[in-house]
T-cell receptor
Framework: ETGVTQTPRHLVMGMTNKKSLKCEQH?????MYWYKQSAKKPLELMFV???????ENNSVPSRFSPECPNSSHLFLHLHTLQPEDSALYLC?????????????FGSGTQLSVL | GESVGLHLPTLSVQEGDNSIINCAYS??????FIWYKQESGKGPQFIID?????DKRQGQRVTVLLNKTVKHLSLQIAATQPGDSAVYFC?????FGAGTRLFVKA
């Protein structure tokens, strides 16, 4: 148990669906991150939030929409995805993203887009 | 963008042998590096870290070496066990290298 919980663990969706991934951390951290992990690429940083403010958007397509209502929760809203978006989506947290500390990861959501 | 990278995608070692996983970085100003282990079905988990004012740091069966001259770091696992089978990443938060998959042969 890392203190970071992601739901659902698995998700299958069609290209016209709208779904959301959820991440919750119980570590009292202030920074949260979304990563994409696919078989052919390393961990790709998508978004960073620090104290609820988005501090990094790594040129992510607009069909991925993050939301951080408070420091403990992070969502990734998905709509009109493509098959190449199928991947493991990992959430992480840290004390403060400005200090480049170690990250605590959830177990990820395995997403399949049909 | 990505500032760390790994030399080999896979490494296979015999149980009981020592494992060495390498990583290179490009930014001379980098001052803090972390090694993570990712087992199947899990997210990456912290193993050990090192700051640039150190050349070596030891943990339980793991050692990280940092060579600032050639911008290289390595993770050494002593007496590798089947439970060490995983993907290992070096990272300079929030950027990760490509990862090395370690296979441990019984």
């Amino acid at each position: 148990e890392t203190g970071v919980t992601q739901t659902p663990r698995h998700l299958v969706m069609g290209m016209t669906n709208k779904k959301s991934l959820k991440c919750e951390q119980h570590l009292g951290h202030n920074a949260m991150y979304w990563y994409k992990q696919s078989a052919k690429k390393p961990l790709e940083l998508m978004f960073v939030y620090n104290f609820k403010e988005q501090t990094e958007n790594n040129s992510v397509p607009s069909r991925f929409s993050p939301e951080c209502p408070n420091s403990s929760h992070l969502f990734l809203h998905l709509h009109t995805l493509q098959p190449e978006d199928s991947a493991l989506y990992l959430c992480a947290s840290s004390h403060d993203s400005s200090t480049n500390e170690k990250l605590f990861f959830g177990s990820g959501t395995q997403l399949s887009v049909l | 963008g990505e500032s760390v990278g790994l030399h080999l995608p896979t490494l296979s070692v015999q149980e009981g042998d020592n494992s060495i996983i390498n990583c290179a970085y490009s930014n001379s100003a980098s001052d803090y590096f972390i090694w993570y282990k990712q087992e199947s079905g899990k997210g990456p988990q912290f193993i050990i870290d090192i700051r640039s004012n150190m050349d070596k740091r030891q943990g339980q069966r793991v050692t990280v070496l940092l060579n600032k001259t050639v911008k290289h770091l390595s993770l050494q696992i002593a007496a590798t066990q089947p439970g060490d089978s995983a993907v290992y990443f070096c990272a300079e938060t929030p950027h990760f290298g490509a990862g090395t998959r370690l296979f441990v042969k019984a």
